[in-house]
T-cell receptor, first 113, second 113 residues
Framework: AQSVSQHNHHVILSEAASLELGCNYSYGGTVNLFWYVQYPGQHLQLLLKYFSGDPLVKGIKGFEAEFIKSKFSFNLRKPSVQWSDTAEYFC???????????FGTGTSLTVIP | DAGITQSPRHKVTETGTPVTLRCHQTENHRYMYWYRQDPGHGLRLIHYSYGVKDTDKGEVSDGYSVSRSKTEDFLLTLESATSSQTSVYFC????????????FGQGTRLTVV
């Protein structure tokens, strides 16, 4: 089965610091890649997605992610975090035209004002 | 936000009782999913549906059953609730096609005492 690994379980940053959250997946074929964000007490919302084309994708709120096929990675970045970015972040993979979405275990981000 | 409604939003039930959670969508999307979210485990797929009366198991399906008698509704039933099924349950929907993302409902917090 597909697996998704998020290496950072809990990250604490000060405002204006740069962010990079790691995501690796195990499937070698065609994949669709996603980052979702879950603010405290809320449901998951799509942050950004990659289907094909430019491996550097930009999402909402200044987030971006880079797909590196050779490394099976899709890391999330933001140059300067804000207190409002405090949330849990999930990487997800959908294999080709498959039905299932596989999620990582999530990374909890705390931004200190 | 996508038209997804989960009901109930909160429920406390006793061990051994059957429980049914409902997911209702207004988007006419083909795929519907049930996930559970637990600390340290991220989101784990319980069951999913790829059409009316077409369902399949996910990675943590034991103790759960589902039904989809019409496009808009996807029911998750805990046959005999156990304390290990205390969790937050999320429904998600996705349109037909390979390059589509999933949209999530607000979640149902279930406590089994």
């Amino acid at each position: 089965a597909q697996s998704v690994s998020q290496h950072n379980h809990h990250v604490i940053l000060s405002e204006a610091a740069s962010l990079e959250l790691g995501c690796n997946y195990s499937y070698g074929g065609t994949v669709n890649l996603f980052w979702y964000v879950q603010y405290p007490g809320q449901h998951l919302q799509l942050l950004l997605k990659y289907f094909s084309g430019d491996p550097l994708v930009k999402g909402i709120k200044g987030f971006e992610a880079e797909f590196i096929k050779s490394k099976f990675s899709f890391n999330l970045r933001k140059p300067s975090v804000q207190w409002s970015d405090t949330a849990e972040y999930f990487c997800a993979v959908n294999v080709g035209t498959g039905n299932q979405f596989y999620f990582g275990t999530g990374t909890s981000l705390t931004v200190i004002p | 936000d996508a038209g997804i409604t989960q009901s109930p939003r909160h429920k406390v039930t006793e061990t051994g009782t059957p429980v049914t959670l409902r997911c209702h969508q207004t988007e006419n999307h083909r795929y519907m999913y049930w996930y559970r979210q637990d600390p340290g485990h991220g989101l784990r797929l319980i069951h999913y549906s790829y059409g009316v009366k077409d369902t399949d198991k996910g990675e943590v399906s034991d103790g759960y059953s589902v039904s989809r008698s019409k496009t808009e509704d996807f029911l998750l039933t805990l046959e005999s609730a156990t304390s290990s099924q205390t969790s937050v349950y999320f429904c998600a929907i996705r349109a037909w096609g390979g390059n589509t993302e999933a949209f999530f409902g607000q979640g149902t917090r279930l406590t089994v005492v």
